[in-house]
């Protein structure tokens, strides 16, 4: 049996609101961890998807070939914290997944030179690379180079 279709479905950002709400609200969603288990919500003014689509659709830049950026990583898909971005940029301002041995993002050890290397890549081109003696250096120098140039890369707080 098919599931019934309301016409919704064939809008271009439905998709990305179902996803949405799925990492927000439903534990059993692949990223819920990353979204809904840190807080990040759908703001109940977004919550029915005719509400998401004339707030999003009349945001400046609106493009259905770009995606749904969130201006502070920290805060939910709320009105005034959403924009439209190209991949690039977006993948740029995520933060720092945890994955493999590195601390953080763009810097990683080098065990050739024995040293830590700074990179920054930005719309498939290397901005940025060099090397440091400590971690704190590489992760420093990155940050401000990020925002000497201005780039939507998220800066990187060190933490011992």
Known sequence: M????????LHPVYNRWM????????PKHPSYKNYGGRGITLAEDLYKFEDYRDYVCSLPGYDPTLTID????????EKGNLRWRDRSVQTAHQRF????FNKYTG???????NRWIARITFKGKQLYSKSFL???????????FIQTNNLPH???????
């Open 2 to 9: 098919s599931r019934k279709l309301y016409g919704n479905e």
């Open 134 to 144: 400590t971690e704190r250096n590489a992760l420093e120098a990155r940050n401000t």
């Open 19 to 26: 996803a949405t709400k799925g990492r927000c609200t439903d």
């Open 97 to 100: 997944s945890g994955k493999g």
């Open 154 to 160: 998220t800066i990187q707080m060190w933490s011992d």
């Open 70 to 77: 969130r201006i502070d990583n920290d805060k939910g898909y």
């Open 107 to 113: 810097v990683n050890w080098n065990q050739c030179k």
